[in-house]
Each structure stands twice: as structure tokens, then as C-alpha cells.
């Protein structure tokens, strides 16, 4: 049997503009292409657990819209089960992003219907009880989060946190989550420290949850938790397009492989750590946000590339 991954999250329909770099505060930019892609950090990370074989469920809204309809079917097509995605009325979720000729972006966020996920109901903790894994972000009420991150500790199903985008967090959710899936600024924020260094941040993290999963781009990703193991994965070395969903390829990999491997061994996690690289690295390699994250030969593919045969 497959893994199964409930995601809690966001969908947003992302309008994404191409220029040779990115325009400063009150200057514009002549744009060189414009495309729009179905997104958002749950829905993205639901696609990404989908495509790298797990059964995948969504749990979040989108609005009466275009947008919703569009971003609905998108789910389905890449095989999630979307029997918890409700849809409201009103506005879609949208999302602002520009991308460089180096592939650095920023993204502006609107929320829409994805502020109507207040509450969560008793499919959705069913939904959440037959999982192995929950993977939640920020980018909904905080009040469905904790709801959802509650349920999974009392139903025994494994709580992975992406902090994303940053926010200080309450004691009452850092209480429920296994794995803290987070970038070095996201760690300073969550952390509430003044700092960038990967070990100080992993120090401070581990005063506040079990394990930590720090992504550093291009560097790869390092890993902690208070059993004492710590490790560095180095990232793929590729040409990257667009880094604009490689997080969410990470983040949706990593909760598959913790789902299917757990975190048994040093061997397990850094098979595991590898083998999301590997996914973050094949999305950078393509554009887009959902339509960029890479099935399960692809991220095999590149993992076995970069790190068959290393110790």
C-alpha cells in the first residue's frame, strides 16, 4: 500500500511575470512573459505528495470563481482527492509572482476564499486519521492549523509543519508538530532569533519542537533533533529555472518519504533528505509553480544521479 499524506492548505491561482530582474520599491519593469498556474503552498505541496506516489488528500476552499473551478480540476488531474475541498463564496485565493533571469522571485499573496478555512469538520478528521502524514502551512487561519494539528496528535498520524510564510507561533501548535520544515529566515522568525547561522538556528528550533528540517536552497538542507543526530545534505547541482515551487517539491517529498520510511535510522532521514532535495532540485529545473513539481521517476532519476554510491 502506498503512503497516504492529508494536506491542510492553501490553493491559489498564481499570475507569474518573467523580467530579466526584479523591480525595486516604486519602480516598474517591463515584464517579458506572463502566464497563470494553479498554486498556493497547500495545494502545490498536495500536487508534490501526489506525483511522488503517495495517496494524497486536500483539505482547504476556493472561491465561486473561475479561479476555483480551474484550480479544482487541476488537483483532480494530478490525483489528489479533493472530497475536503469546500468552495466559498466570493474571490479565489490569487497569488502575485515575478520570477528573474536567475530565478530569484517574490510573491505577493491574497488570500481570498482561503480565509474562509476557519474550522475544520469530522470528515476532515477522518480524513486526517487515516493519514500517515499531515503536512500544514500558514498560509489559512491559524485556527484550522491547530485544529488539524490536534486532531493528528490524538488520531496517532504525524504532524509535519511547514512555517511558511513566516510567523511567531503559538506554544499551543509547536506542542503538536514531529517535523518543522523551514528556510533560515522562516527559523529566525519561528525561533525569535537574530541570526542565519544553521546551527544556531537548529539550537534554538529544538527548544521548541522534537525534530527540524532546514532548507537552504541551493546548499541543500541540514537536519536536527533532540535525540542528538544532526546531518547536511548537499542539494543537486543543476541550472535552475525557477525557483518558485522547489519548497513546496521539498516539502511534499519529505512528507512522503517520512510517511513511507519514518525516521528510524540516521540512514532513513538522510535517504529521506536526499530524496527531497532531489524533488526540489527537479522542480527548479522547469517553470511554473504545480505544473513544475516533478513525479516520482524524475525525482528518482536525479537522486540516483547525485547520490547512489555516496556515503
Known amino acids: 500500500m502506498s503512503a497516504r499524506v492529508a494536506v491542510v492548505g492553501s490553493s491559489n491561482l498564481d499570475l507569474v511575470v518573467t523580467a530579466s530582474r526584479l523591480p525595486r520599491p516604486g519602480e516598474t519593469v517591463l515584464g517579458e512573459n506572463f502566464r497563470t498556474v494553479p498554486g498556493g503552498k497547500g495545494a502545490n505541496q498536495a500536487v508534490a505528495a501526489a506525483r511522488a506516489g503517495a495517496a494524497c488528500d486536500f483539505v482547504g476552499a476556493v472561491g465561486d470563481d473561475e479561479f476555483g473551478t480551474r484550480m479544482r480540476a487541476s488537483l483532480v488531474d494530478a490525483g489528489v482527492d479533493v472530497s475536503g475541498l469546500r468552495t466559498a463564496a466570493g474571490p479565489s485565493g490569487v497569488a502575485l509572482i515575478a520570477v528573474d533571469r536567475d530565478a530569484e522571485n517574490f510573491i505577493l499573496v491574497a488570500p481570498g476564499a482561503n480565509g474562509t478555512l476557519t474550522e475544520l469538520d469530522t470528515d476532515d478528521r477522518a480524513t486526517i486519521a487515516a493519514a500517515d502524514v499531515l503536512l500544514l502551512q500558514l498560509e489559512v487561519p491559524l485556527t484550522a492549523v491547530l485544529q488539524a494539528a490536534h486532531w493528528a496528535r490524538v488520531d496517532g498520524t504525524t504532524v509535519v509543519l511547514n512555517a511558511a510564510p513566516a510567523a511567531v507561533l503559538p506554544s499551543a501548535l509547536l506542542d503538536l508538530v514531529d517535523v518543522l520544515v523551514v528556510n533560515e529566515h522562516e527559523a529566525a522568525v519561528v525561533a525569535e532569533v537574530a541570526s542565519d547561522d544553521p546551527p544556531v538556528l537548529l539550537d534554538a528550533l529544538l527548544k521548541l519542537v522534537p525534530r527540524v528540517v532546514l532548507t537552504l536552497g541551493a546548499r541543500g538542507a541540514a537536519y536536527a533533533d533532540r535525540h542528538g543526530l544532526r546531518l547536511a545534505v548537499p542539494a543537486p547541482q543543476i541550472d535552475a529555472v525557477d525557483t518558485t515551487a ?66
Do not use: K, M, N
Open 246 to 311: 522547489a519548497g513546496d517539491a521539498f516539502t511534499g517529498a519529505l512528507a512522503v518519504s517520512w510517511a513511507e520510511h519514518g525516521a528510524t535510522s540516521e540512514d532513513t532521514v538522510t535517504a529521506s533528505l536526499r530524496w527531497a532535495c532531489a524533488a526540489g532540485a527537479a522542480c527548479a529545473q522547469r517553470p511554473g509553480a504545480s505544473t513544475a513539481l516533478p513525479d516520482r521517476p524524475a525525482i528518482d532519476a536525479l537522486y540516483d544521479a547525485t547520490y547512489r554510491g555516496a556515503q
